[in-house]
């Protein structure tokens, strides 16, 4: 069945309350395990197909956001979903208290996770959440608004990404000038949904007993067994082992594309010759990745052709398309779903290998995991598969590239090290902002630009009013639609980068590690998962020391003044 078969219904939130309230009243009363268990697997068929309904409708929303069912469909849920969540809460209680709980083989991860929901809920909080919704809703319309007039066309904002990396600096510059210009001219309205956003959480956390949000936008993560010290603690590594190779990197840059200094409109073009492209049309690009997850291993070669034969994808940029790229799945039809916005650079490709490979550990973990909430592991674990698969891919790369395929390779190995600074910085910035919530718009743009020279120093934004006043950060979805998300894949990077150094010393357990992690979804916590897959748990000192001296090495194999 493809996936514009899939069915769809509107589900009444009464109704929905009626049946949850019964099941976890017969959950509460069971008189054994058997019974009990016999219960809880009916009430996670009848939680999955909500979930399966909360996400066809997200889908088809962000496909168009012009859809006026869609549209009000999505509103319904905004609204509906943190009503729900009052009786997640509960089934959480009843599920901790339960006395039959040692007698199931239900996983402690996931009991893990409900003691982190009992802590971040509280009905008193539903408007509260609701309103959130709303806002989120609004910042992901008001990008897919963008209407950026270039050169007698127009563009969104994936679309003109093509000609902000053209091989003409003039063309280069013009085209960033008018992306910036459609946040200049926004600028108020993204200022005050983030502070709208940033009050909203405040008084949530606050209502809910903690100091400030960080704690509440931990639980939230679902972080299951590390802290904002360890996280703090690794983001300094980043920047006395990352930050001074990715500076050289940069160094590089610059005289590889034959300009004394680089400047913001400069960062995406890193070869004399051009970026590497994909090579053929986007249906070319899939038929190669079919190919290429055939050879690769039989478990990726049935997931692909699945998503192939079921349409299990949308990829072309169009007008009235929600920005991003994301995976999904849905729980009634065990199988996943990949949302992008191809533009026509290698960040297509990445698609068919990034959520490719979420799509991937959502394919394997259908058939092995009935709980939805452990259908996906936790974001950054998730992050891991995704980030993984792109390296696992290096050998394929010359189906997209072409005879660019060598350029591609250093390209990604040296955007995934200029990355962790970035992601790091993101997750620094939120740090700061919830910490300080009464900060006005324009500290919170200042405080931006001061992390910003810290994890990123020898970038400049001369010319750019908005981004020199640390108007960045509006572009970053997640800051604004999930806060404290970031820092999983710089997480998660660093692990897939061990993937890769494996890969390099032919590893033969290298691959079969990956898939078991893939298998386990989110029965584990994330650094069971790490270790589970053989790799060193990023937190620990020397990790990020021993990848950044592996991939200097790797990078330094190859010419690149070729490029």
């Excluded at 970053?476 to 998660?492: E, K, N, S, V």
């Amino acid at each position: 069945m493809k996936f514009s078969e899939f069915s769809y219904e509107h589900l009444d939130f009464e109704e929905l309350k009626k049946e949850y309230e019964e099941k976890l009243e017969a959950l509460r009363n069971s008189k054994d395990a058997a019974s009990f268990m016999e219960v809880f697997n009916g009430l996670n068929t009848f939680r999955g197909h909500i979930d399966s309904m909360r996400a066809i409708c997200s889908v088809r929303h962000t496909i168009d956001t012009s859809d006026d069912y869609y549209d009000k469909e999505n509103e319904y849920w905004d609204q509906t979903s943190p009503l729900l969540q009052e009786y997640e809460t509960e089934l959480a209680r009843i599920m901790l208290e339960s006395p039959f709980r040692k007698e199931t083989d239900i996983p402690e991860a996931y009991y893990l996770s409900l003691e982190n929901q009992l802590k971040s809920f509280s009905p008193e909080i539903i408007e509260d959440m609701q309103e959130e919704n709303s806002l989120v809703t609004e910042y992901g319309k008001l990008k897919a608004s963008a209407k950026i007039e270039f050169e007698g066309e127009t563009y969104n904002l994936a679309s003109i990404a093509v000609k902000m990396n053209d091989d003409d600096r003039e063309i280069r510059k013009n085209a960033t000038i008018a992306y910036n210009r459609f946040f200049e001219e926004n600028e108020e309205k993204f200022d005050e949904i983030y502070d709208r956003l940033v009050k909203i959480r405040d008084r949530m956390a606050k209502k809910l007993g903690f100091e400030n949000f960080i704690p509440l936008g931990y639980l939230r993560m679902n972080r299951l067994d590390y802290d904002q010290n360890m996280v703090k603690n690794y983001r300094d590594q980043v920047i006395a082992d990352i930050v001074p190779l990715t500076i050289e990197l940069r160094e590089k840059q610059a005289k590889r594309i034959g300009v004394d200094r680089l400047e913001c409109y400069d960062l995406g073009y890193n070869f004399r010759t051009g970026n590497p492209k994909p090579h053929g049309t986007l249906d070319e690009l899939v038929d190669a990745a079919l190919k290429m997850y055939r050879e690769m291993s039989p478990e990726t070669g049935d997931f692909f052709q699945t998503m192939v034969d079921q349409e299990l994808f949308d990829l072309p940029t169009r007008p009235n398309k929600e920005m991003g790229g994301y995976c999904t799945g849905f729980y009634d039809y065990k199988v996943p779903f990949i949302f992008a916005n191809t533009n026509g650079t290698s960040g297509d490709v990445d698609v068919l290998t990034h959520e490719a490979g979420h799509a991937f550990q959502a394919y394997c973990t259908f058939k092995n995991v009935t709980i939805p909430d452990l259908m996906f592991p936790t974001m950054e674990s998730a992050e891991i598969h995704s980030m993984s698969m792109e390296f696992f891919a290096h050998p394929w790369s010359h189906l997209f590239f072409k005879e660019e395929a060598e350029k591609y390779h250093y390209f990604h190995i040296s955007d995934c090290l200029k990355f962790l600074p970035y992601g790091c910085l993101v997750d620094h910035f939120q740090h700061e902002v919830y910490e300080h919530p009464q900060m006005t718009p324009a500290e919170r743009k200042a405080c931006w630009r001061r992390l910003e020279k810290i994890y990123k120093p020898d970038v400049n934004y001369e010319g750019f009013d908005l981004l020199e006043r640390g108007g960045f950060f509006f572009r970053q979805g997640h800051i604004f639609q999930a806060p404290f998300y970031y820092i999983d894949y710089t997480l998660a990077q660093v692990c897939a980068l061990q993937f890769f150094v494996r890969m390099l010393k032919k590893d033969e357990n290298c691959w079969k590690d990956y898939v078991h992690i893939c298998c386990l979804g989110g029965t584990k916590t994330f650094t069971q998962i790490v270790k589970e897959a053989n790799l060193i748990v990023p937190f620990e000192e020397g990790c990020l020391k021993e990848v950044s001296v592996r991939m200097k090495e790797e990078l330094d194999k190859v010419d690149d003044s070729k490029f």
